[in-house]
T-cell receptor, first 111, second 115 residues
Framework: KQEVTQIPAALSVPEGENLVLNCSFTDSAIYNLQWFRQDPGKGLTSLLLIQSSQREQTSGRLNASLDKSSGRSTLYIAASQPGDSATYLCAVRGGNEKLTFGTGTRLTIIP | NAGVMQNPRHLVRRRGQEARLRCSPMKGHSHVYWYRQLPEEGLKFMVYLQKENIIDESGMPKERFSAEFPKEGPSILRIQQVVRGDSAAYFC?????????????FGPGTRLTVT
């Protein structure tokens, strides 16, 4: 059974700093991994998708990496802004199509 | 192309009533997934459907919950005889197929409150 862990559960950093969010998963037989952000009381916004054959994906100030063999992914956010404050979720997709989510990292950017 | 639509956005039901949650996938998407987010917990898979077929319902509670995705119209998640423990945010996602290149796109969710 796939299990996804995100550490830390919460993180506060001053505006402008670069930061890294971590995600680990127990079963390396994945099709892809998605990073999402969720604002309070809102839905999920997809940030990046990394296929199992890929090592990283970039979108603007975001860079996600994937090391399937070790069961790890990181989301790097450069030059953080107050608007980046949200909960960040990673989810892995196996051959059965369903996503298994981590419990998220609640990020607060301090102006 | 409109995103995934869910309605209602908020739903209040008394214990014992029925709740019907609707999900319209993105245009061209034939795969629908339902997830539940209980208070202070992560999102959990419930059911995966294609048009007129339930593909995987391994995350659905065995009783009171059912889902459908008819040939015409939205996907429906139905909860009969709701209890307080059903209070949660229910999210629907859709994708165009099963390729690993495809993302699942999420709707805004329906927040169910059982009083």
């Amino acid at each position: 059974k796939q299990e996804v862990t995100q550490i830390p559960a919460a993180l506060s950093v001053p505006e402008g700093e670069n930061l890294v969010l971590n995600c680990s998963f127990t079963d390396s037989a994945i099709y892809n991994l998605q990073w999402f952000r969720q604002d309070p009381g809102k839905g999920l916004t997809s940030l990046l998708l990394i296929q199992s054959s890929q090592r990283e994906q970039t979108s603007g100030r975001l860079n996600a990496s994937l090391d399937k063999s070790s069961g790890r992914s990181t989301l790097y956010i450069a030059a953080s802004q107050p608007g980046d404050s949200a909960t960040y979720l990673c989810a892995v997709r196996g051959g059965n199509e369903k996503l298994t989510f981590g419990t998220g990292t609640r990020l607060t950017i301090i102006p | 192309n409109a995103g995934v639509m869910q309605n209602p956005r908020h739903l209040v039901r008394r214990r014992g009533q029925e709740a019907r949650l609707r999900c319209s996938p993105m245009k061209g998407h034939s795969h629908v997934y339902w997830y539940r987010q209980l208070p202070e917990e992560g999102l959990k898979f419930m059911v995966y459907l294609q048009k007129e077929n339930i593909i995987d319902e391994s995350g659905m509670p065995k009783e009171r919950f059912s889902a459908e995705f008819p040939k015409e119209g939205p996907s429906i998640l139905r909860i009969q005889q709701v209890v307080r423990g059903d209070s949660a945010a229910y999210f629907c996602a859709s994708s165009p197929g099963t390729s690993p290149t495809y993302e699942q796109y999420f709707g805004p969710g329906t927040r169910l409150t059982v009083t």
